[in-house]
């Protein structure tokens, strides 16, 4: 599964940005799809998840201003971010795991297999 993510880039804070990440393939619907980030000199670490039947997950710190969704139609994720702050800013990363018909994989970047190259996003103060 090859995942290509896009949308990001130079924001000030409380701006916003939407990532999309699209994954080619008949099977998208029974993939749980995920975001993760990456700043220097950090782990990676979750941000949000939706499993194949459109539930979703959220690190505690992007609750309620990220939503993750997804367009079966279209083979795409989305992240929709609203008020960023400089911490915020990372490279963030898409993953995909094939679970139907189990829930998500966890927050655990080891339990996806499938990853996109990343896309910059950086909020300036």
């Known amino acids: 599964v090859q995942l290509q993510a896009s949308g990001g880039g130079l924001v000030q804070a409380g701006g916003s940005l939407r990532l999309s990440c699209t994954a080619p393939?008949?099977?998208?619907?029974?993939?749980?799809m995920g975001w993760f980030r990456q700043a220097p000199g950090k782990e990676r670490e979750f941000v949000a998840a939706?499993?194949?039947?459109?539930?979703?997950y959220y690190k505690d710190s992007v609750q309620g201003r990220f939503t993750i969704s997804r367009d079966n139609a279209r083979n795409t994720v989305y992240l929709q971010m609203y008020s960023l702050k400089p911490e915020d800013t990372a490279v963030y990363h898409c993953a995909a795991e094939r679970t139907y018909p189990k829930p998500i994989p966890g927050p655990v970047p080891g339990l996806w297999n499938y990853w996109g190259q990343g896309t910059q996003v950086t909020v300036s103060s």
């Open positions: 393939g008949r099977t998208f619907s029974e993939y749980s």
């Open positions: 939706v499993s194949w039947n459109g539930s979703t």
